[in-house]
């Protein structure tokens, strides 16, 4: 037992005012004979005994009186885990650090504060609450899940100093990962009692699926351990309903020529139920403003910009999209990198050279990557492609190229094969296409190696589309390659308009591949493999019209430059990455040792140095923490590398899940939910020091009143 007000327990000293009175009393007797009083003497014998019990039992009502009323201010609490010994816990924060936190919080001591802000306040005082001796962790939860510390803590005044330089700025917030992250946070806790506190602000884009009944498998896995930890999901809000933001943004190619177009397409959402008009949306280039545009949004929609730009300069551009309008300013911009070369080149290896015009295994790729050429036109094109058969190849044919296209080739020779080995372990691309010729046990046997050669997956054997069945299409869905993100907006082209009539039935092996595009005969169409420094993708069907009209479809020709430009570029910097994410860049291995200088788009810089791990040389920064144009210079040269960090769009979208909804996620696993700091205080006192028993001893305190009335009553009238 412990009291949470014990000083009023002073009080219950009061049970000595009717204690003396009853002395009092009983010492003031006096006695007077009475002639008559010897007639009285066998009634009073046989009440005597009644009147004592009676009186005593009055004096005991009188006593509990105030020493009640005295344990009901002081608010008792049972204390069961404390007198076991075990009143230290470990405290287990999943902290939401998403960038829909930055959202300004619906309540909050800090004028202008920001959910994130609140978040940390309310933490900060969930910290010093704990009992002495307890320990803390904070698992930041948004993105990919990590832990603040490197351990727990009982140093309650650590973790708000390392909170204070972790802005929310990561991703959106997968409550599995995060669960299994806590999970193994668990095994590290000291104390016997834990407790895992997810604070969030519960967007409903992150927990609606969960709250419609789809499953948390870690959560679960936590529920069912021994002693079982105590789960609380505590909501912090937001009041902010309106919100626009640049949802998306595509660019037409990875890599451009000089004075070549470059299109960007812009999708502008408006999250909110408030109509939006005019809002002003710029283009810049390199930092200079070059021309706004207009765009009004209905209540929920979203409309669609697209821009166009030529640099006329060979090296890193930068391509920004900025709109105004809301108070929400940190999802109001678009930063990309267009990489400006004179030309790539590009190897193609023909496996099958026809006779007559877009017969041969490579004649249309040759077209799709060289239009401009091909048509003569005055546009330059640039890809600069070489063809060559493949029974004419040479190891100098391989030299100078960037990227390498194999179509329908029969199988490589041993010279040939350990030369294009080595060029993708040293950072080159290489594209193979599939077609009637190529030896799938050779293909099995020494290029996939189980897994361990080049190509990125097992062929279990050729499949087609009967005569009397619909040939198969690409399946439609959110693409997430980086050469794929164009196709997400149909006036790219429709992928589905493709139709496939035969195809090789690829089989990936292990986490070291991604698939591109998938049939919608649940096969993979494109797999890529990382491979040494370069990358390998693996094409399913043909390079020409044999197998599939894929290449008669408009979109061919910016699928294969971009598939292409991609892979030529595997080893620099991306057009643009997520902020929560770092810069790690592949460098020659004369270059260990190297210092650079990132400069953040605020001015600061800080210094890097390029290290060795295995047979690769890299420089990696810390993870970048805000949206931007960044700058990476090598120490002692004026070259300049430019890399571009936008944050999640998916986490623009405000709209937090309801608490009905939240209590029943939290009911369904045995967890308990709070959506304010005295409900979340009430709530740990009650499972930290076991049930408050202020309310029952209330009730007895009533009921010791209304007994002692009619004690007295009785009494008196006796």
Same mark, same amino acid.
């Given at each position: 037992? #412990?009291?949470?007000?014990?000083?009023?327990?002073?009080?219950?000293?009061?049970?000595?005012?009717?204690?003396?009175?009853?002395?009092?009393?009983?010492?003031?007797?006096?006695?007077?004979?009475?002639?008559?009083?010897?007639?009285?003497?066998?009634?009073? &014998?046989?009440?005597?005994?009644?009147?004592?019990?009676?009186?005593?039992?009055?004096?005991?009502?009188?006593?509990?009186?105030?020493?009640?009323?005295?344990?009901?201010?002081?608010?008792?609490?049972?204390?069961?885990?404390?007198?076991?010994?075990?009143?230290?816990? #470990?405290?287990? !924060?999943?902290?939401?650090?998403?960038?829909?936190? &930055?959202?300004?919080?619906?309540? /909050?001591?800090?004028?202008?504060?920001?959910?994130?802000?609140?978040?940390?306040?309310?933490?900060?005082?969930?910290?010093?609450?704990?009992?002495?001796?307890?320990?803390?962790?904070?698992?930041?939860?948004?993105?990919?899940?990590?832990?603040?510390?490197?351990?727990?803590?009982?140093?309650?005044?650590?973790?708000?100093?390392?909170?204070?330089?972790?802005?929310?700025?990561?991703?959106?917030?997968?409550?599995?990962?995060?669960?299994?992250?806590?999970?193994?946070?668990?095994?590290?806790?000291?104390?016997?009692?834990?407790?895992?506190?997810?604070?969030?602000?519960?967007?409903?884009?992150?927990?609606?699926?969960?709250?419609?009944?789809?499953?948390?498998?870690?959560?679960?896995?936590?529920?069912?351990?021994?002693?079982?930890?105590?789960?609380?999901?505590?909501?912090?809000?937001?009041?902010?309903?309106?919100?626009? #933001?640049?949802?998306?943004?595509?660019?037409?190619?990875?890599?451009?020529?000089?004075?070549?177009?470059?299109?960007?397409? %812009?999708?502008?959402?408006?999250?909110?139920?408030?109509?939006? $008009?005019?809002?002003? %949306?710029?283009?810049?280039?390199?930092?200079?403003?070059?021309?706004?545009?207009?765009?009004?949004?209905?209540?929920?929609?979203?409309?669609?910009?697209?821009?166009?730009?030529?640099?006329?300069?060979?090296?890193?551009?930068?391509?920004?999209?900025?709109?105004?309008?809301?108070?929400?300013?940190?999802?109001?911009?678009?930063?990309?990198?267009?990489?400006? +070369?004179? $030309?790539?080149?590009?190897?193609?290896?023909?496996?099958?050279?026809?006779?007559?015009?877009?017969?041969?295994? /490579?004649?249309?790729?040759?077209?799709?990557?060289?239009?401009?050429? !091909?048509?003569? *036109?005055?546009?330059?094109?640039?890809?600069?492609?070489?063809?060559?058969?493949?029974?004419?190849?040479?190891?100098?044919?391989?030299? $100078?190229?960037?990227?390498?296209?194999?179509?329908?080739?029969?199988?490589?020779?041993?010279?040939?094969?350990?030369?294009?080995?080595?060029?993708?372990?040293?950072?080159?691309?290489?594209?193979?296409?599939?077609?009637?010729?190529?030896?799938?046990?050779?293909?099995?046997?020494?290029?996939?190696?189980?897994?361990?050669?080049?190509?990125?997956?097992?062929?279990?054997?050729?499949? &087609?589309?009967?005569?009397?069945?619909?040939?198969?299409?690409?399946?439609?869905? =959110?693409?997430?390659?980086?050469?794929?993100?164009?196709?997400?907006?149909?006036?790219?082209?429709?992928?589905?308009?493709?139709?496939?009539?035969?195809?090789?039935?690829?089989?990936?092996?292990?986490?070291?591949?991604?698939?591109?595009?998938?049939?919608? =005969?649940?096969?993979?169409?494109?797999?890529?493999?990382?491979?040494? +420094?370069?990358? %390998?993708?693996?094409?399913?069907?043909?390079?020409?019209?044999?197998?599939?009209?894929?290449?008669?479809?408009?979109?061919?020709?910016?699928?294969?430059?971009?598939?292409?430009?991609?892979?030529?570029?595997?080893?620099?910097?991306?057009?643009?990455?997520?902020?929560?994410?770092?810069?790690?860049?592949?460098?020659?291995?004369?270059?260990?040792? *190297?210092?650079?200088?990132?400069?953040?788009?605020?001015?600061?810089?800080?210094?890097?140095?390029?290290?060795?791990?295995?047979?690769?040389?890299?420089?990696?920064?810390?993870?970048?923490?805000?949206?931007?144009?960044?700058?990476?210079?090598?120490?002692?040269?004026?070259? /300049?590398?430019?890399?571009?960090?936008?944050?999640?769009?998916?986490?623009?979208?405000?709209?937090?899940?309801?608490?009905?909804?939240?209590?029943?996620?939290?009911? +369904?696993?045995?967890?308990?939910?709070?959506?304010?700091?005295?409900?979340?205080?009430?709530?740990?006192?009650?499972? +930290?020091?076991? #049930?408050?028993?202020?309310?029952?001893?209330?009730?007895?305190?009533?009921?010791?009143?209304?007994?002692?009335?009619?004690?007295?009553?009785?009494?008196?009238?006796?």
């Amino acid at each position: 037992m #412990s009291f949470l007000h014990g000083i009023l327990l002073f009080g219950a000293a009061a049970f000595l005012i009717p204690l003396i009175i009853h002395l009092l009393n009983k010492r003031k007797v006096v006695t007077v004979r009475w002639g008559a009083m010897h007639l009285l003497h066998e009634v009073i &014998r046989q009440r005597k005994r009644k009147m004592k019990v009676e009186q005593l039992l009055l004096l005991i009502i009188r006593i509990a009186i105030p020493i009640v009323l005295a344990l009901c201010l002081a608010r008792p609490v049972l204390t069961a885990l404390r007198s076991l010994g075990l009143g230290s816990s #470990s405290l287990i !924060v999943m902290l939401d650090d998403s960038f829909s936190m &930055r959202a300004p919080a619906a309540q /909050t001591t800090l004028p202008g504060g920001t959910v994130m802000q609140q978040a940390r306040q309310d933490m900060q005082t969930m910290i010093t609450d704990l009992p002495d001796g307890s320990s803390a962790q904070v698992l930041l939860s948004g993105g990919t899940p990590r832990k603040l510390l490197d351990q727990a803590t009982t140093d309650r005044t650590l973790i708000p100093k390392q909170l204070s330089e972790v802005p929310s700025m990561s991703g959106p917030l997968s409550a599995n990962d995060a669960f299994q992250a806590a999970t193994s946070a668990l095994k590290d806790s000291p104390n016997a009692t834990r407790e895992v506190v997810i604070v969030s602000d519960f967007q409903e884009a992150d927990w609606k699926a969960i709250a419609d009944g789809a499953a948390l498998p870690a959560l679960e896995t936590i529920s069912k351990q021994e002693p079982k930890p105590q789960i609380t999901f505590y909501r912090v809000g937001s009041d902010l309903a309106e919100n626009i #933001s640049i949802a998306s943004a595509d660019i037409s190619a990875l890599v451009a020529a000089e004075s070549q177009p470059i299109g960007l397409r %812009v999708r502008i959402k408006n999250h909110g139920k408030r109509p939006w $008009q005019d809002i002003p %949306v710029h283009l810049e280039a390199d930092g200079a403003r070059l021309r706004t545009a207009r765009v009004s949004l209905a209540p929920e929609g979203e409309a669609v910009l697209s821009f166009t730009h030529a640099f006329d300069k060979v090296g890193d551009h930068s391509l920004s999209v900025r709109l105004e309008g809301d108070s929400f300013a940190d999802d109001n911009a678009f930063h990309s990198i267009v990489q400006v +070369r004179n $030309q790539l080149n590009v190897l193609l290896i023909d496996g099958s050279p026809g006779k007559e015009p877009l017969s041969g295994a /490579t004649d249309f790729l040759e077209i799709a990557l060289t239009p401009h050429t !091909v048509a003569a *036109a005055t546009l330059k094109d640039l890809i600069r492609t070489k063809k060559i058969d493949l029974r004419k190849i040479r190891n100098e044919d391989l030299r $100078q190229q960037e990227v390498i296209i194999m179509a329908d080739v029969q199988k490589l020779q041993g010279n040939t094969q350990t030369e294009i080995d080595k060029f993708v372990k040293e950072g080159g691309g290489l594209l193979v296409f599939a077609g009637p010729d190529c030896d799938l046990d050779w293909y099995n046997r020494e290029f996939f190696r189980k897994g361990e050669g080049m190509y990125p997956a097992a062929i279990k054997g050729q499949a &087609r589309a009967d005569s009397d069945s619909l040939p198969a299409r690409i399946l439609m869905q =959110r693409f997430t390659h980086p050469s794929a993100l164009y196709f997400n907006d149909t006036r790219a082209g429709r992928l589905q308009d493709a139709e496939f009539r035969h195809w090789l039935e690829l089989a990936p092996q292990g986490d070291q591949t991604q698939r591109i595009f998938n049939l919608d =005969r649940n096969v993979p169409l494109m797999i890529e493999k990382k491979y040494g +420094r370069g990358r %390998v993708i693996a094409a399913a069907t043909t390079a020409n019209a044999e197998w599939s009209n894929l290449p008669l479809q408009p979109f061919f020709v910016p699928l294969m430059q971009r598939l292409t430009t991609y892979l030529a570029t595997v080893g620099s910097a991306p057009a643009w990455q997520l902020v929560g994410s770092s810069i790690r860049l592949p460098l020659e291995k004369a270059e260990l040792g *190297a210092e650079f200088t990132l400069r953040d788009p605020t001015g600061q810089t800080q210094t890097l140095k390029s290290v060795k791990e295995g047979d690769a040389v890299f420089v990696q920064s810390p993870s970048i923490t805000q949206p931007g144009i960044f700058q990476l210079q090598k120490v002692g040269t004026e070259k /300049t590398m430019l890399l571009a960090f936008n944050i999640d769009g998916t986490e623009s979208d405000l709209k937090a899940l309801p608490s009905a909804d939240i209590q029943k996620i939290a009911t +369904r696993y045995d967890a308990a939910f709070a959506d304010t700091l005295p409900a979340y205080q009430a709530l740990d006192r009650t499972r +930290r020091h076991g #049930s408050e028993l202020w309310q029952p001893l209330l009730i007895l305190l009533l009921g010791l009143l209304f007994a002692e009335v009619l004690l007295q009553q009785h009494i008196a009238k006796g």
